[in-house]
Structures are given as C-alpha cells and as structure tokens.
C-alpha cells in the first residue's frame, strides 16, 4: 500500500477534478511507478503516479501530468484502451494466465461493471477465476467485443488491487473469426462448441463406412471394457462407440483443426471441448470417443462438458432426476480419471444449487463452471429496488419481444405464462422463476433500448450492485467447499 503521506493527498486532489479514488485499487508496479483507478462521472480511468518515468500510455486526460505537491510524484488519468492495456500487459504482467488450479470457476459480465465484485466473492474460497467470459451470441447480443470484454476485466482486477491469476475464456466458439479475434486479444482459454458439426438423423451403426483407421482403432480398443463407478460397473458396447464416431468424427476434425490455429498463435491455453449444447445427452461412448480421439491425434486438452441428463434452463435450478443426474455424472468422472489429464465441465451453471455439492464431490474438487446471466439478474434487482418505473419498461419490453429472445436460448417459458396482474411491484417479483428466465434471455433487447438508463442506476449505485453481485456468487460457491 503507498505512504498515506502520498495517498491522503492524491486522493484529495483528484475529488476536486470530481474523481473518486478506488483505495483499493493503488498498486505498485515498479520503483516509484504506481498504477490506480479513478470513477468519474461518466467512467473510470486507470491513473498513473509517478517520479518522472514515461510509460507511454496514450491520451492524458490532463494536458499536463499533476504535481502532488511536496511528493516528488505526478499523475495523469488515461483511458484503459488496448494500447494501454499492452504496457501494463508487456511490462508489469497484469493480463490473464492459464489455470494451474484444480477447480476453476467462470463468471461472466454481460455489463463490463461487475469483476471487482466477482473477485470479492472468491476471496477465501479455493477456485481459479475465470473473469472474461463471453460468446459470440453474448458478444453480438451486447454489441461488444473479445478486446472490450477483456478490458473491462482488467479494468476491475486493478480496481479491486487483486494481483492473483485470473483467466478469460472465448466461450462456445464456432468458427474461425471468433477464434482469431480471441486470439488476437490474448485469451488464454478456448471453448469450443462443436454442436452444429455432429451428424444428426440415421446414426445407425452401418452408417460408418466412412469413418476413419483413427475412429477404428479406438472402437477396437474400447469395445467391452469395463469400466467401475461408485454405483456399480459399466461394459462399454461396440454398437454405441461406432454410433459416437458417426456423429462425433467431423467435429473432432474440427477441434484439431482450431487447435492447431491456436498453437501457431500463443504459446499456451486451456482449451475446453463443449458437447453439452445438443439434443442428445452425452453417453460413455460419446465420452470415451470424443476424449480418446483428441488424446490420440495429440491434442492436450483442457476441459470437456458433457451433457447431462435432466434441463440445465438458465436462471432457475437444475430440473430433473436427481439421482439420475449424479449416476451418470459418476460415470463420466470415471472415464475422464480412466484417460486422465482433463476436467469435467458444467455449463448454464448459474443457480444451479441442488447440483453443485453432488458435482463437487464426484469430481473430487476437479472441475470448471460457468456462470454469466446470474450477476445480470442481480443488476436488476438493484434497478427493481432504485428505479421501479425503469424495471416495469423494462419487464413490459422483454415481454413484448420473448419470442425473439427465445430464437438464442432453449427455454420452455412462452407468452401465456405471463399474468398480466403481476405484481412488479413485490420485492419478491425476481424470485419467480418465470420472470427470471424472461429477465436473463433479454439482456440484448433491453440493452439495446434502454442501456443508458439501466448504466445510469448500476453507476449510481455502485455499492449495492457490487454486494449484491458478490453475495450471489458467494452463495454459488459456498457449496463448491
């Protein structure tokens, strides 16, 4: 922490330029060289206060660099633009890293306001974060970017000052532009959705003539293999592994494809295959083919998420058979400690609660998860609590265009649901389960028609949305001990 011989009168001189000081967020970054952020009226600006040594960091907000008198120090505010982000990135290593830790957790920021709030939830809990995570849909839904989504992660690390690793996640990837554009701004974790390439219709077994030695080979070695799980034995059939390599062997040729565009630009990721976003739940075999195959072909990934049975809707909690759910779960942790050297993935991990000890346990702690519109819906809890006529257009608006918020999301809410007696004026109206599952698939249309406004209460309530944020985390997580 800087001499409060320095700090008192730092942050005196920048409340009369109307900028208040994150305290927290005051790092040293190298001998007489400190970074810090600022909240202005219409944004934050990362500052820099030094003795004297240029950094080159692009468009002062002062003409001229401030003078904390009697200090020997200055200062100047600049913008977290990608130019800016490089020197600190280049020079004092604040960027994200890849996960070292056997338990990850994803929490995305559809609003680019709530990291410095996610990372006081993770305090004293042993779980990697994973603080940039979005998808191309997430990213056109907000118009947004991999860069911007990025900065405004950073920009959060540095105000909460935590200097622990993080990492950031291109999430359910589908193509190569989305790719490269992660790439190029440096992510260090790739998830791959491959539920577009598999072979849908006649997967029937004598649909296979086509399939390759690779795909042979590992239906040979596999076939009748007996695999033990806590709830008993399972005796891998030949059938169902030629069944996995008709609908799996294109999207796996995918996935090395991507791999090898990775591996010729960074030197390091975490790469995460996703096969959860499909109709059909993921089997053994499935498991068995997709892991063995990639294994085989050289490719060390990182994490796989299957799917699981039961409905993992967003916003509500895990619908469906229980028991069934941690039967299955059992048996695919077996196969990934059978292959060894990748994590079991949950996707739509957002209040999920019922799942989350029986999914902590039969990992062994070994897991990634995600979340993303669980903080949205607590950003709205703030706007429900201070702007109530805010809320109700905004409720009126995702309601008039469900269905088109539908086209993005498998969810099973439609118009009729809806009374148009309901109370918006309960405190209780975000706990009906409907109304959240409307409230989290519209991010995108209410942004588009009222971001302003819904930016305006979150900025004027700051304190309140980051602890309502952290609480909803903490209470994620709290069941991941």
Same mark, same amino acid.
């Given at each position: 922490?800087?001499? $409060?011989?320095?700090?008192?009168?730092?942050?005196?001189?920048?409340?009369? /330029?109307?900028?208040?000081?994150?305290?927290?967020?005051?790092?040293? !970054?190298?001998?007489?060289?400190?970074?810090?952020?600022?909240?202005?009226?219409?944004?934050?600006?990362?500052?820099? =206060?030094?003795?004297?040594?240029?950094?080159?960091?692009?468009?002062?907000?002062?003409?001229?660099?401030? $003078?904390?008198?009697?200090?020997?120090?200055?200062?100047?505010?600049?913008?977290?633009?990608?130019?800016?982000?490089?020197?600190? #990135?280049?020079?004092?290593?604040?960027?994200?890293?890849?996960?070292?830790?056997?338990?990850?957790?994803?929490?995305?920021? @559809?609003?680019?306001?709530?990291?410095?709030?996610? =990372?006081?939830?993770? %305090?004293?809990?042993? =779980?990697?974060?994973?603080?940039?995570?979005?998808?191309? @849909?997430?990213?056109?839904?907000?118009?947004?970017?991999?860069?911007?989504?990025?900065?405004?992660?950073? !920009?959060?690390?540095?105000?909460?000052?935590?200097?622990?690793?993080?990492?950031?996640?291109?999430?359910?990837?589908?193509?190569?532009?989305?790719?490269?554009?992660?790439?190029?701004?440096?992510?260090?974790?790739?998830?791959? +959705?491959?539920?577009?390439?598999?072979?849908?219709?006649d997967v029937s077994p004598d649909k296979a003539d086509h399939l390759s030695q690779h795909s042979r080979d590992i239906i040979k070695d596999f076939s009748g293999k007996r695999i033990s799980f806590?709830?008993?034995?399972y005796t891998v059939k030949e059938e169902e592994l030629y069944r996995s390599a008709v609908i799996y062997e294109k999207a796996m040729n995918f996935v090395e494809r991507v791999h090898g565009l990775?591996?010729?630009?960074?030197?390091?990721?975490?790469?995460?295959?996703?096969?959860? &976003?499909?109709?059909?739940?993921?089997?053994?075999?499935?498991?068995?083919?997709?892991? &063995?195959?990639?294994?085989?072909?050289?490719?060390?990934?990182?994490?796989?998420?299957?799917?699981?049975?039961?409905?993992?809707?967003?916003?509500?909690?895990?619908?469906?058979?229980?028991?069934?759910?941690? !039967?299955?779960? +059992? %048996?695919?942790?077996?196969?990934? #400690?059978?292959?060894?050297?990748?994590?079991?993935?949950?996707?739509?991990?957002?209040?999920?609660?019922?799942?989350?000890? *029986?999914?902590?346990?039969?990992?062994? /702690?070994?897991?990634?998860?995600?979340?993303?519109?669980?903080?949205?819906?607590?950003?709205?809890?703030?706007? /429900?609590? %201070?702007? #109530?006529?805010?809320? $109700? &257009?905004?409720? @009126?608006?995702?309601?008039?265009? !469900?269905?088109?918020?539908?086209?993005?999301?498998?969810?099973?809410?439609? #118009?009729?649901?809806?009374?148009?007696g309901l109370d918006l004026d309960n405190p209780q109206v975000l706990q009906n389960p409907k109304v959240k599952q409307l409230l989290h698939i519209s991010y995108g249309v209410l942004l588009d028609? %009222?971001?302003?406004? *819904?930016?305006?209460?979150?900025?004027?309530? &700051?304190?309140?949305?980051?602890?309502?944020?952290?609480?909803?985390?903490?209470? /994620?997580?709290?069941?991941?001990?």
């Amino acid at each position: 922490m800087m001499d $409060k011989g320095v700090l008192n009168p730092l942050s005196s001189l920048l409340s009369r /330029h109307s900028f208040v000081l994150y305290s927290n967020s005051v790092r040293k !970054l190298a001998e007489d060289i400190y970074v810090f952020v600022v909240k202005g009226n219409a944004d934050k600006k990362v500052g820099i =206060l030094s003795k004297g040594k240029a950094l080159g960091f692009r468009v002062p907000f002062f003409s001229e660099d401030i $003078k904390v008198e009697a200090t020997g120090f200055s200062f100047n505010l600049y913008p977290l633009s990608f130019e800016n982000y490089l020197i600190l #990135r280049d020079e004092f290593g604040i960027a994200p890293v890849l996960c070292k830790n056997k338990a990850s957790f994803g929490t995305g920021d @559809r609003l680019g306001l709530a990291t410095s709030a996610h =990372l006081s939830a993770f %305090k004293g809990y042993d =779980l990697f974060p994973v603080l940039s995570q979005q998808s191309p @849909r997430e990213l056109e839904k907000t118009h947004r970017d991999f860069r911007d989504v990025l900065l405004k992660a950073v !920009l959060g690390v540095l105000e909460a000052g935590y200097t622990g690793g993080f990492g950031a996640d291109a999430d359910h990837i589908k193509d190569e532009r989305y790719l490269l554009e992660a790439a190029d701004a440096g992510y260090t974790m790739y998830t791959l +959705d491959v539920s577009e390439m598999l072979v849908k219709g006649d997967v029937s077994p004598d649909k296979a003539d086509h399939l390759s030695q690779h795909s042979r080979d590992i239906i040979k070695d596999f076939s009748g293999k007996r695999i033990s799980f806590k709830g008993g034995e399972y005796t891998v059939k030949e059938e169902e592994l030629y069944r996995s390599a008709v609908i799996y062997e294109k999207a796996m040729n995918f996935v090395e494809r991507v791999h090898g565009l990775l591996k010729e630009r960074l030197r390091g990721f975490d790469l995460e295959v996703s096969i959860d &976003e499909g109709d059909r739940d993921t089997t053994v075999e499935d498991h068995i083919f997709v892991a &063995e195959y990639l294994h085989r072909r050289g490719i060390d990934f990182w994490s796989l998420a299957p799917k699981f049975p039961g409905e993992f809707e967003k916003a509500v909690d895990y619908r469906g058979d229980i028991d069934k759910f941690a !039967l299955e779960l +059992d %048996k695919h942790c077996a196969v990934a #400690r059978m292959l060894g050297g990748y994590r079991l993935s949950l996707h739509s991990g957002s209040d999920k609660f019922s799942v989350y000890r *029986i999914f902590n346990d039969a990992t062994q /702690h070994n897991f990634h998860i995600k979340t993303s519109g669980t903080s949205w819906l607590q950003a709205l809890n703030v706007i /429900h609590e %201070k702007d #109530r006529q805010l809320f $109700k &257009e905004l409720y @009126r608006i995702a309601l008039d265009n !469900l269905e088109e918020s539908k086209k993005a999301y498998k969810i099973s809410i439609c #118009r009729q649901d809806f009374d148009e007696g309901l109370d918006l004026d309960n405190p209780q109206v975000l706990q009906n389960p409907k109304v959240k599952q409307l409230l989290h698939i519209s991010y995108g249309v209410l942004l588009d028609e %009222k971001k302003q406004e *819904i930016y305006d209460v979150l900025n004027r309530h &700051e304190a309140q949305h980051y602890r309502y944020v952290a609480d909803n985390i903490k209470k /994620h997580l709290e069941l991941l001990k």
